[in-house]
């Protein structure tokens, strides 16, 4: 199943209510919305769908919801953010019955770092409780994996299937997909760059921009990888600026306001996590309107 996983995978925005409660009822129309704009799959209970503030139940549910909405037609993957492995192993455990083709799972994301020996036993954990295939969201500053790490744990795990890489250093990015195998599957999170990343051999991007502005997202891949390069860079251009609004501290505020704009009720940001302000409101309307969406 996750060799269909590829082309623009949108990191699905979990919609929550002034009460701070998530609003299953906006569930399906985001889901309905990011669809018919032709993504390839959806990701939910990640950065961009603040997975790191779900309980366990919430989480459970919200990713239940979003396999119903989704109805098959196109994958879903379920990202755990979350620090300990017991805790990333139980989600995992949590979810696997319930329709998702892989496990996007993050390092731990606070200040202490494992060695390369535990970083390993941890993936090894997390896919023993589950059996899903695992993808790595190398984001974590501090706990960011090297390419020769990463490489080593897709061998020395089976279960760890591939790596959506995050950052903006393009060399550490050409560098993991020179050495990566045929069945290491590379996804680009490097949301400026999504077009140098598809010619790098890329299989697909799951990105925040990809949920902020989905149709001249799949117009871009489906650019690239027709060779239509006038195209692409043109739309890689005009995609820039919505990057640049939505790339901040409150990024799920601001790709919720980029979806409301275009008519999606994706509710709000769970607490503490800033609202937008009226400059940030005015530069992502700014660059929707660059790219004909307003």
């Known amino acids: 199943m996750l ?17 701070d409660r998530i609003d299953f009822a906006a569930v399906k129309p985001q889901l309905d919305w990011l669809i ?13 769908g603040e997975g790191h503030a779900l309980d366990r139940s919430e989480y459970k549910e919200l990713i239940h919801a979003t396999v119903e909405a989704a109805a098959g037609r196109v994958p879903v993957v379920a990202g755990i953010v979350a620090n300990s492995t017991g805790e990333v192993a139980a989600r995992g455990d949590l979810v696997k019955g319930l329709g998702v083709v892989a496990l996007q799972v ?4 606070y200040l202490f770092r494992p060695d390369d020996d535990a970083m390993v036993g941890h993936f090894r954990e997390i ?4 059996g ?3 993808l790595i969201y190398n ?12 490489l080593r744990i897709m061998d020395e795990v089976p279960g760890v299937a591939g790596v959506k890489q995050s950052a903006g250093d393009m060399k550490l990015f050409a560098d993991l997909m020179r050495r990566a195998k045929p069945r290491n599957r590379i996804f680009s999170a490097v949301d400026a760059l999504l077009y140098p ?29 027709a060779g239509d390069h006038e195209t692409a860079r043109d739309l890689h251009e005009r995609l820039m600026p919505v990057w640049d609004a939505v790339g901040k501290p409150n990024m799920p505020s601001l790709v919720k306001y980029a979806q409301g ?9 769970r607490k503490p996590t800033s609202p937008a302000t009226e400059a940030e409101k005015a530069e992502v309307r700014a660059a929707l309107e660059g790219l004909g969406l307003l």
Request: proline share 11%.
């Open 3 to 19: 060799d269909n996983l590829a082309g623009v995978v949108a990191p699905f925005t979990t919609p929550f209510r002034a009460d």
């Open 36 to 48: 018919e704009n032709g993504v390839h799959g959806v990701a939910a209970g990640g950065s961009t």
């Open 106 to 109: 993050t390092p731990p994301h």
């Open 127 to 130: 896919h023993a409780a589950s």
């Open 132 to 134: 899903l295939p695992i």
């Open 139 to 150: 984001v974590v500053p501090w706990c960011y994996l090297s390419p020769d790490l990463l």
């Open 197 to 225: 990343s598809y010619m790098l051999g890329a299989v697909g991007s799951i990105a925040a921009i990809l949920t902020a502005a989905p149709g001249p997202s799949v117009k871009l891949w489906n650019a690239a990888k």
């Open 261 to 269: 704009l275009q008519g999606v009720p994706a509710g709000l940001a």
